[in-house]
Structures are given as structure tokens and as C-alpha cells.
């Protein structure tokens, strides 16, 4: 019997380890449409609950101002030095100010109110708007080419840990051509660490942010991923069932057959 739990142990760690590289990855079409909080893993960041994120025909409707949700991923993760963290989400601006805002980012810690990594910008460019970005707090660097309102984009943020103190990576792509190598996609914006505050490496939840009505946009997010590869979150995929619960599953099963053989 001690073999057989070490067996077992050893199995579920192997079929874990190898399949659990997407932390999160929700594409909103369970959900009734109305408040998403309370749907999901949803739930509301700070005290603020006035004009409420909303689910919408199988996306989430972000405004430009009102309450902030997160999601905790389902594991917290560190990235480590040379080592990327993925966010691939689909985009469609309504409606964006001069001034800019976030309206993504993500966290150290489940329900973190203070601390905000990787934010994703969009502030309004000429007919449409322009993307940017800040590693913490701080004033955002964009990107020069506009993209229209109304139309729908893939975006892939890489974060890459780089040894040292304030100076992991950052790059935006947006409608990658290569699914799958991220070498061979050019990047809508890439660039080093933007902000005043300190970098942090933990990442515990994803964040979507309603910002200030005279600063942030109005846009929906759907298919929302965050995966250690480049592949995972180019192209949205939801393993029905969890590929990593069949795993688990293939892995048991296994060593019942193994028992009864024995």
C-alpha cells in the first residue's frame, strides 16, 4: 500500500505539472447578462459597487468608471527571472479619452486593492485609439499605431522577469499572425520597466478596472487567458472537460488497473 500512494502522489504531480500551464482562462458565456460579480470567479475589488462591470452576451462590458473586479487565477504563480507570463484577451474599444486610463492589469495578492501590475491602457488617437502601458503606478508609454473603435483585436501581453530590481519587460502584440512562436510576430509595443513603484513578480489575480469617467475608456473583454506561453494566449482555449482533471483522472485510473492486475 505505501507503494501504491507513492504511485498515486507521483502520478496526479506529473499529470499536473505537465498540463497546468493556463492560470486562468474564462470566456464569459456561462454567465446570465447583468452584473458579473457574483458570476464565475468574479468578485468586487475595494468598496466601490456603484455602476457594476456587467456580463454581456458572453462578454464582459467594462465601462469608464464604477466599481473594479478580480478574478484569482487558479493558482498564484511567480515569474521568475527569464521566465514570461502571458495575458491574451479579445478587445473591442467603444469609446476612449484623450487623457487615457487602464482598464487590465493584475495582482500579488487575491483581492489586492493598492498593488497593480501590468497595466494595459488605451487613451483616444485621431478617428480611433492608441494602446499603452505601465509596469506599476506611473505615467503610460503608448503605442503609435491606432487602432479603430468597433472592431474586435486579439492582444497578447508578455511579462518578462529580468534580474535586478525595476527592469522586467514588458510587450503588447495585437492580432498576432504566428499563434504559436512569438519571435515571429512584431510587437505593437514592447519596452522596459515603466512606473514608480517597485516590480513584483507574484501574480495571485486578474483585474478588470472601470478607471475615471474622464480619463478611461468604455470597451468589452472576452476570452480572457493568463498561461506561461505565448501559444496559450494567442489563440483562446477552454479544455471541456480540464485537461488537467482528466489527467488526473487518466492517472488514477491507471493504478486501479495496476491494483487489480496485482
Known amino acids: 500500500m505505501k507503494k501504491l500512494s507513492l504511485l498515486a502522489v507521483a502520478s ?17 458565456d456561462s454567465y446570465a447578462n447583468g452584473n458579473l460579480v457574483g458570476q464565475g470567479p468574479w468578485l468586487q ?30 493558482s498564484s ?35 489586492n486593492s493598492s498593488v497593480f501590475q501590468e497595466r494595459l491602457f488605451a487613451k483616444s488617437s485621431g478617428a480611433g485609439y492608441v494602446l499603452g502601458y505601465t509596469t506599476t503606478a506611473g505615467t503610460a508609454v503608448y503605442g503609435s499605431t491606432v487602432l479603430s473603435f468597433a472592431t474586435d483585436y486579439r492582444l497578447v501581453l508578455n511579462y518578462t522577469g529580468v534580474p535586478g530590481p525595476a527592469n522586467d519587460t514588458l510587450a503588447i502584440y495585437v492580432n498576432p499572425t504566428d499563434n504559436t ?17 517597485s516590480e513584483t513578480n507574484a501574480v495571485a ?16 473583454i472576452d476570452n480572457l487567458d493568463v498561461a506561461t506561453t505565448f501559444g496559450e494566449a494567442a489563440v483562446f482555449t477552454v479544455p471541456e472537460p480540464s485537461s488537467i ?10 493504478l486501479v488497473i495496476w491494483k487489480r492486475r496485482k
Open 77 to 111: 504563480t511567480t515569474i521568475n527571472d527569464g521566465a514570461s507570463l502571458y495575458i491574451g484577451l479579445d478587445l473591442r474599444v467603444s469609446a476612449a479619452q484623450s487623457a487615457g486610463d487602464y482598464f487590465l492589469h493584475w495582482t500579488p495578492t487575491v483581492g
Open 205 to 220: 489575480g486578474i483585474n478588470l478596472r472601470q478607471g475615471s469617467a474622464a480619463n478611461a475608456a468604455t470597451e468589452t
Open 45 to 74: 475589488t475595494g468598496a466601490i459597487a456603484t455602476t457594476p462591470v456587467q456580463a454581456n452576451n458572453g462578454a464582459a462590458a467594462v465601462g469608464n468608471t464604477g466599481q473594479d473586479i478580480y478574478a484569482p487565477l487558479i
Open 245 to 254: 482533471a482528466l489527467g488526473i483522472l487518466g492517472g488514477l485510473a491507471g
Open 181 to 197: 512562436i512569438e519571435g515571429n510576430n512584431t510587437a505593437y509595443l514592447s519596452g522596459g520597466f515603466v512606473g514608480t513603484g
Open 12 to 28: 496526479i504531480a506529473a499529470c499536473h505539472t505537465a498540463l497546468a500551464t493556463v492560470y486562468f482562462s474564462d470566456n464569459f
